[in-house]
């Protein structure tokens, strides 16, 4: 359903005035259909897709209650507004659990009633447009058993599955606004982030921590505010496109064959394609799709060289080295300090933008790494634990690496 296709509205009321003043109300915006009890509501589901049921509890035959339960086993899209003559305490109670979206008691006016049609409404176009963006990722990278996982997850928790659908209604108008990335656009990635990241064991906290290790990064060669608020997003959303990538292939410990490594090798372009169409600003884009290219031309996606690489890219390259670096990863357990920094040492120039590689050094051997950066929940968090303290934080758990 867009904004232009008029919303099919069932009303299911025994009682024929309830019935044809909500008939009323909403037939100029929607189109209406009814039903007198719960059977009749039941065979136009059937037939005829509907949007938005609103439903009286008090009714003979089925029970409103009951329906109510049906309605949302089998139509889990379906949106779901109680109207009560007798609205109680407890059947407001039993509806939340049951997902309804909104109660209304008799006698309702114009005003209530359109206010809840509204926002019923709204919840769904966001959860469709989650749906069809996580559908999507299916679609562009072949992989539908896992987006249905992802979506499992995602209805299996209703407060998570509400709270992004409702940041994804918001996200495009946000981003419209101001012309860069929209908090909320920003703050619905993140969560999608989490998610993918909480379906791959040894994804956890990495996009935490490059974003906290990147931001640190940005602040100390001097980048404006933007620039460093911009590293932090894509320091957090830079593996997005692994939803792409059969988990098979990031867990195995040993070595990918060539076709193996090459589709490993598309995530950071299919991150870029996913974030691009939410409105990110392109400097994110762009530092999605280059992390993995290398100061001396030898990397990926396009193999740029020096400052062809977008700067952004450059500092989300040095910190997501340095958190695969300390990490376990499915091939290799976390190497100590001292081959850490000797690592960082030996990618100046080759790997690393020598500059960028030195400031990271030199704040490692501060001991600016070493403070616990799972207690900070969001790039906006981090942000903030980062202004407080000017230091960086490293996590224990195991994440992925720098190639996978
Ligand atoms: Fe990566
Ligand atoms: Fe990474």
Aim: hydrophobic share 40%; aromatic share 4%; charged share 25%.
């Amino acid at each position: 359903m867009t904004e232009t296709v008029r919303a099919r509205i069932l009303i299911v009321d025994d009682e024929q005035g309830p019935r044809e003043s909500l008939r009323m109300i909403l037939s100029p915006s929607h189109e209406v259909l009814c039903a007198r009890n719960g059977s009749e509501a039941l065979e136009v589901l059937q037939t005829a897709p509907v949007d938005l049921v609103t439903l009286d509890l008090n009714m003979p035959g089925v029970k409103g209650d009951d329906l109510m339960h049906t309605l949302r086993a089998e139509y889990p899209e379906l949106e779901i507004i109680v109207i009560t003559g007798y609205g109680t305490l407890e059947s407001a109670a039993e509806g939340v659990r049951a997902g309804v979206c909104d109660f209304l008691q008799k006698p309702f006016d114009v005003v209530q009633v359109t206010a809840a049609v509204t926002r019923a409404l709204s919840r769904r176009r966001g959860r469709r447009r989650l749906v069809g963006f996580l559908e999507s990722l299916g679609d562009l990278v072949g992989r539908e058993s896992d987006v249905r996982s992802v979506l499992r997850e995602l209805s299996a928790k209703p407060g998570l599955r509400d709270e992004a659908s409702e940041l994804l209604e918001t996200a495009g108008s946000a981003a419209r606004q101001d012309g860069s990335a929209g908090q909320r656009t920003v703050q619905f990635l993140e969560l999608l982030a989490l998610t993918i990241e909480s379906q791959v064991e040894t994804m956890r906290g990495h996009a935490r921590r490059v974003s906290f290790y990147a931001g640190m990064l940005a602040q100390r060669v001097g980048l404006s505010s933007g620039e460093v608020e911009r590293v932090r997003i894509a320091g957090f959303l830079h593996d997005l496109g692994k939803i792409g990538i059969p988990s098979g292939l990031l867990l195995r410990p040993d070595a990918l064959e060539p076709d193996e490594l090459s589709l490993v090798q598309r995530h950071p372009e299919i991150g870029a394609r996913l974030v691009q169409p939410i409105g990110v600003s392109s400097h994110v884009v762009d530092a999605i799709r280059h992390h993995h290219e290398r100061w001396d031309g030898s990397g990926y996606p396009h193999g740029l060289a020096g400052e062809q690489i977008p700067q952004l890219a450059r500092v989300v390259t040095v910190a997501d080295a340095y958190d695969a670096m300390n990490s376990d990863r499915p091939y290799r357990s976390a190497l100590d300090p001292e081959r850490v920094r000797q690592e960082l040492e030996a990618g100046v120039a080759s790997q690393f933008d020598p500059e960028l590689a030195k400031e990271f050094l030199l704040l490692v051997e501060s001991g600016a790494c070493d403070e616990d950066v799972q207690a900070t929940a969001s790039p906006w968090a981090l942000a903030e634990s980062q202004d407080r303290s000017g230091g960086a934080g490293r996590a224990a758990d195991a994440a992925e690496g720098d190639a996978r």
